[in-house]
């Protein structure tokens, strides 16, 4: 995939108020944009990604995969306040002249659609041919196809939910004290709260996951072993890992945008906003995950017109959509196969 850069001049109004300022999105492209601007699939990333979908999501993207670089023009932008070249904490913001840190105001997941429209029209985008996104990615997709339904033909929808559930917002608030009881989250450092973000990577992994998935990959054999068991090492590395490549800034702004998230605010029910999508729907739920269940899911999709619902088995949890390739490309494709003529 290559990477592009947009920026947009001028004022961009937030939800809650306030504004941001010549903001950046870094976006990544794959394929050829067709004559007409109506092969676009676009991809929604999830927490913690970039834009490069090819690097977080294996054998999705390339000639003959799900994501056809040989039929389709595949876009997928960096969302806002994240650390991988789009506008966040660390930018610097132009009023002082310094990185905006603790400054930088609450942006929500409509405010991320909301600078991703810019972009498709920077690109002279017309009509998505799908969107698709898991988890955070999905409230995007969703949020898109509600504020702009004309604009989307086909809403692939995993993992997720209309609203962020009080479930949800408990693991990230508990991430958030993580975060704020290492000391040096005070400082206006680009390393600060580095301690806290690795305790909150931790604890992220307990909800992408499930005690199925650990009891059988991280089982000892030792019976005798009283510390450093398996597990522990496995959580010391994924917080390491994390560390090593986001900042405990852009991680707390993006959970703070993740509660934001429920399609009713301002819309009167969340029936009466799905029933304005316009897309031909299909909802993807994972029958081990812990944090959307299936049953929200298909909860769901009672409101929205035209489509339908499907429960995968996975032993990985919430983090399936991520690993079940083979499952998920067989049933998308399903999904498309009367769609492919996308002239």
Not at 230 to 251: E, I, P, T
Request: charged residues 20%; contains cysteine; glycine residues 6%.
């Amino acid at each position: 995939m290559t990477q592009h850069q947009f920026q947009y001049k001028g004022e961009f109004k937030l939800e809650n108020g306030q504004s941001l300022h010549d903001i950046q999105i870094t976006y990544h492209t794959a394929g050829e944009l067709n004559a007409a601007k109506t092969n676009v699939i676009w991809v929604c990333h999830a927490l913690t990604a970039n834009s490069d979908v090819a690097e977080w999501w294996p054998n999705m993207v390339g000639d003959g995969l799900l994501f056809d670089t040989s039929k389709y023009f595949i876009v997928c932008a960096n969302f806002l306040g994240s650390c991988y070249g789009t506008t966040g904490p660390l930018s610097v913001n132009p009023k002082t002249g310094s990185p905006y840190y603790h400054d930088f105001p609450l942006i929500t997941i409509r405010d991320m659609v909301n600078a991703h429209e810019l972009l498709c029209t920077h690109l002279g985008i017309s009509k998505i041919f799908m969107i698709i996104g898991g988890s955070i990615g999905s409230f995007q997709a969703l949020e898109w196809s509600i504020s702009n339904p004309l604009l989307i033909k086909n809403l692939v929808f995993m993992v997720s939910g209309a609203f962020a559930s009080p479930w949800n917002i408990a693991f990230n608030e508990s991430q958030r004290l993580a975060i704020h009881a290492d000391p040096t989250f005070k400082d206006k450092s680009e390393n600060a709260g580095q301690a806290g973000l690795k305790a909150a990577r931790s604890i992220a992994l307990l909800s992408y996951r499930n005690a199925a998935t650990y009891n059988k990959t991280q089982h000892d054999d030792d019976s005798g072993k009283l510390e450093n068991q398996k597990v522990v090492s496995y959580q010391q590395y994924q917080g390491d890992k994390l560390v090593k490549r986001f900042n405990a800034f852009s991680y707390y702004a993006i959970t703070k945008a993740f509660d934001t998230h429920h399609v009713a605010r301002n819309r009167g029910s969340i029936e009466k906003a799905l029933s304005c999508i316009k897309a031909k729907t299909l909802l993807i739920a994972i029958s081990s995950d812990i944090l959307f269940f299936p049953h929200e899911m298909i909860e769901m999709q009672k409101h929205i017109p035209n489509s339908t619902f499907i429960e995968i088995d996975s032993l990985y949890g919430h983090d399936g959509f991520l690993i079940e390739t083979e499952k998920l490309t067989k049933i998308i494709n399903e999904f498309i196969k009367d769609k492919i003529n996308i002239t």
